[in-house]
């Protein structure tokens, strides 16, 4: 029997794609009993900061990544389209649902067992993925440190807060997409430039919840907004408050700075602040947030908060199929591995998935090929600088370059610019990528 440990996305996908393939499958996951600082449910794939699987655009990484995971039967995408919100050209999704639907699916299937329990050393007489998730328990990570003989790592990641809909003054706030692009399906707040120097002001002077450990690193792709506040005051305009693209009807212009705020669930009863993860204490945040024009009545749903995750250093202990390289009989899978989000860690499980069934089979370990996304991004965790390793999301740029000529770029920024280059460019990857993933999935090559 296969043991899977961790029930989240990774964990979730890992055990449906192997179920699938006719093994038999444990699941131990320690929630409900054990739980951590982030979840609070006991249900499988639970989504705890933001209900966003990044964007649909097909000539994007992440859309690439999506029809990548598509092509595979990936169940965590399909649990997530069943579930879909409106956010514009995003992929998002009611978390609750969406988890209720990934747990159904598991606890339904005839080749998996699930079994309640905190592990904190595996035996690996038998096949093990290890996906965790960032919120592994301390004994586990120490086990992982222990048979790696590598050190662990860590970086504090940050929830944003989720407002109830009817609490929003739409006399204030519109609902649009920026350029008016994929439907209007953000509630945006507008600030003048006052609304914005006094939100600031009460943001950088609030008080926030004190760090455990003062050494371990923000994450950067997912700074809490007084974190980026305190790098200058224009920083917020620029990032999470960019009014770029929105026109505010009763003014036919952008605002100062803007606040949007996604749709959170299927009912449409929850929005959350996009990009306002935050170590704000609850009380700061919602005297803070309350300042924001149209939240100045807002009911909070769930406060933000902040939790330390953790990671291994991937280029010293995995290889490109996730297989731990001195320890026979363990992969590891999710943001564990070094991956960021949830589309990358459901794609690492898939991954782990393949890789330990064509082991119990007898076949030798096969890398996805490296100019598809996925196999771009479990390239990069296997052979990045050890010294500069941190956790990667899904990106373009860890492909290999595209045939000289491929994309006739002094022609397109005649015709269409910088934008032109970029979509033409992503398009010509996801053509390469999907071909070559092709090839590699087919029947004559699957026994190499």
């Known amino acids: 029997m296969i043991h899977i440990i961790g029930a989240g996305l990774a964990g979730s996908e890992a055990a449906w794609q192997l179920a699938s393939r006719g093994h038999k499958v444990l699941i131990s996951e320690m929630r409900p009993h054990w739980t951590t600082p982030a979840h609070t449910t006991d ?34 995408l399909r649990c997530a389209e069943a579930n879909r919100v409106p956010a514009g050209t995003s992929l998002a999704v009611d978390r609750n649902a969406f988890s209720h639907t990934v747990t159904r699916a ?3 299937h005839p080749n998996i067992q699930w079994e309640m329990a905190q592990v904190t050393s595996p035996d690996l007489n038998s096949p093990t ?11 586990l990570a120490d086990w992982l440190s222990s048979v790696t003989g590598s050190g662990r790592l860590h970086f504090y990641d940050a929830i944003a807060p989720i407002v109830e809909r009817d609490s929003v003054d739409m006399g204030i706030a ?82 100062h700075a803007v606040v949007q705020l996604r749709q959170d669930t299927l009912a449409g009863e929850h929005f959350n602040l996009v990009g306002f993860q935050t170590r704000l204490k609850w009380g700061a945040q919602r005297d803070v947030f309350r300042l924001i024009p149209g939240l100045e009545q807002a009911e909070f749903a769930r406060f933000g908060s902040i939790h330390r995750n953790t990671y291994v250093q991937a280029p010293a202990i995995l ?14 899978a999710g943001q564990l591995s070094g991956v960021e989000g949830y589309l990358e860690s459901a794609a690492g499980g898939l991954a782990a998935a393949y890789s330990v069934d064509r082991a119990l089979k ?32 899904a990106m373009l740029g860890l492909l290999p370059p595209l045939p000289e000529g491929e994309v006739d770029i002094r ?14 460019k992503g398009q010509a990857h996801r053509k390469r990528s999907l071909a070559s993933l092709e090839a590699f999935l087919s029947p004559v090559n699957q026994v190499r």
């Not at 390289?325 to 590891?332: A, C, E, F, G, Y």
């Not at 022609?411 to 269409?416: D, I, Y």
Request: charged residues 25%.
């Open 319 to 332: 290889d490109s199929t996730l297989a731990v390289k001195l320890v026979p009989n363990l992969w590891l």
């Open 43 to 76: 249900q499988a794939a639970e989504m705890v900061c933001s209900n966003s699987f990044k964007s649909d655009d097909p000539s994007s990484a992440t859309g690439i990544l999506k029809a990548e995971l598509q092509r595979m039967d990936s169940l965590i």
């Open 129 to 139: 993925i290890l996906a965790t998730g960032p919120l592994t328990t301390d004994p």
């Open 411 to 424: 022609g397109l920024k005649r015709a269409g610019g910088l934008r032109a280059v970029k979509q033409a």
């Open 106 to 108: 598991l606890r339904e």
């Open 174 to 255: 519109w609902m649009a997409a920026r350029y008016d692009k994929g439907g209007a399906d953000f509630i945006n707040c507008p600030l003048d430039k006052d609304q914005y120097e006094r939100f600031l002001d009460a943001l950088l002077s609030a008080e926030r919840v004190a760090l455990s450990d003062v050494d371990t690193p923000y994450f950067e792709a997912c700074l809490p907004i007084e974190v980026m506040a305190d790098r200058g005051r224009e920083t917020l305009r620029h990032g999470p408050m960019k009014p770029v693209g929105l026109d505010d009807p009763k003014t036919g212009r952008w605002p």
């Open 362 to 393: 007898g076949l030798q370990a096969r890398p996805f090929p490296v100019e598809t996304v996925l196999g771009g991004l479990l390239h990069y965790l296997a052979q990045a600088s050890a010294k500069d390793f941190g956790p990667t999301n």
